[in-house]
C-alpha cells in the first residue's frame, strides 16, 4: 500500500516538475546559468536543478540502491532542454527505488561513522521535500532575472 501511495505522489512530483522545466525552457539560456550570490548551491537555477538531482543520486541511488553513481557536474547541462534527459535518469532510479521498497520498509544507510536506519517513507519524504524547497529557489531567482514565475504547485 505505502509504495503505491509513495508512487502516485511521485508521479506528482513528476508533474510539477514538468511545468517547471518547461517554464525554464522559456528563459535565456545566460540567465539559466547566471550565478547570483543570495542564493546556495551555485546560485543559478541551472546548478540548483543539478543539485536536486544530485541529491536523488546521493540519497536514493547511492545509499538505498547501493549503486555506484557519479554526481552529475553542474557545467554537464548547458541548457534548459537537456535538464529532462537528466530527470529520466533520476525517474529509471525511482523506479527502481520503489521495487525494492515492495521487499522492504527500510535502508540501512552509513554515513562518516554513524550507521542509521531510515524508512522507506523518510527517504522518500526526504527527496522530494529537498526538490520542492529548491524548486521555490529557482523560481525565485527567475523573478531575480524579470520573469514571472509559473505556478508549479501540485494542485494549481
Known amino acids: 500500500m505505502?509504495?503505491?501511495?509513495?508512487?502516485?505522489?511521485?508521479?506528482?512530483?513528476r508533474d510539477?516538475?514538468?511545468i517547471l522545466?518547461?517554464?525554464?525552457?522559456?528563459?535565456q539560456n545566460?540567465?539559466?546559468?547566471?550565478?547570483?550570490?543570495?542564493?546556495?548551491?551555485?546560485g543559478s537555477i541551472r546548478n540548483l536543478a543539478v543539485h536536486i538531482a544530485n541529491t536523488y543520486q546521493f540519497w536514493i541511488g547511492r545509499h538505498a540502491l547501493a549503486q555506484e553513481i557519479e554526481f552529475?557536474?553542474?557545467?554537464?547541462?548547458?541548457?534548459?532542454?537537456?535538464?529532462?534527459?537528466?530527470?529520466?535518469t533520476i525517474d529509471i532510479m525511482m523506479d527502481t527505488f520503489f521495487i525494492r521498497c515492495q521487499?522492504?520498509?527500510?535502508?540501512?544507510?552509513?554515513?562518516s561513522d554513524k550507521t542509521e536506519v531510515i524508512t522507506t517513507l523518510k527517504l522518500f519524504t526526504h527527496v522530494i521535500t529537498h526538490e520542492f524547497h529548491h524548486k521555490g529557489q529557482i523560481l525565485s531567482l527567475s523573478r531575480q532575472?524579470?520573469?514571472?514565475?509559473?505556478?508549479?504547485?501540485?494542485?494549481r
Open 16 to 18: 510539477s516538475r514538468k
Open 72 to 88: 552529475t557536474p553542474y557545467q554537464s547541462i548547458t541548457e534548459p532542454s537537456t535538464l529532462s534527459g537528466l530527470f529520466e
Open 145 to 155: 532575472w524579470g520573469y514571472t514565475p509559473v505556478d508549479t504547485d501540485i494542485i
Open 30 to 42: 545566460d540567465h539559466f546559468v547566471r550565478e547570483h550570490p543570495s542564493f546556495g548551491r551555485g
Open 2 to 13: 505505502m509504495v503505491n501511495t509513495m508512487t502516485e505522489q511521485y508521479q506528482m512530483v
Open 21 to 27: 522545466f518547461d517554464y525554464c525552457g522559456d528563459l
Open 103 to 111: 521487499k522492504t520498509n527500510a535502508f540501512t544507510i552509513k554515513l
